[in-house]
């Protein structure tokens, strides 16, 4: 079992910064590749980003790519999201995920997960 806990959500205006962590328990960091979502009321969740177990490989969402950047420290067991230049339509509960996996291809469908965090609020104000 995985547990994740994440925190560094909150209010921000539009044009402002945030950044996620993700803290991982239960299982070596190292070798899961981790995930964040985000689902807004009344959507789906969709992907965000991804970083593989070594930290090499990333992918983004367009809708985020170029302002958002994912990362990890295998050594305090985290993952973090960092937000820049965020929107209105940020607007989410984000989630991070969490698999096992030594591969090197980028996951970014839900159902490549098998654990998940409870989510933090991120509101961007106009």
């Known amino acids: 079992q995985v547990q994740l806990v994440e925190s560094g959500g909150g209010l921000v205006q539009a044009g402002g910064s945030l950044r996620l962590s993700c803290a991982a328990s239960?299982?070596?960091?190292?070798?899961?590749?981790m995930g964040w979502f985000r689902q807004a009321p009344g959507k789906e969740r969709e992907f965000v980003a991804t970083?593989?177990?070594?930290?090499?490989?990333?992918f983004y969402a367009d809708s985020v790519k170029g302002r958002f950047t994912i990362s990890r420290d295998n050594a305090k067991n985290t993952v973090y999201l960092q937000m820049n230049a965020l929107k209105p339509e940020d607007t989410a509960v984000y989630y991070c995920?969490?698999?096992?996996?030594?591969?090197?291809?980028?996951?970014?469908?839900?159902?490549?997960?098998?654990?998940w965090g409870q989510g933090t609020q991120v509101t961007v104000s106009s």
């Open positions: 970083v593989s177990w070594s930290g090499i490989i990333t």
């Open positions: 239960g299982r070596t960091f190292s070798s899961l590749a």
């Open positions: 995920a969490a698999v096992s996996s030594r591969g090197g291809s980028a996951k970014t469908h839900l159902n490549e997960y098998d654990y």
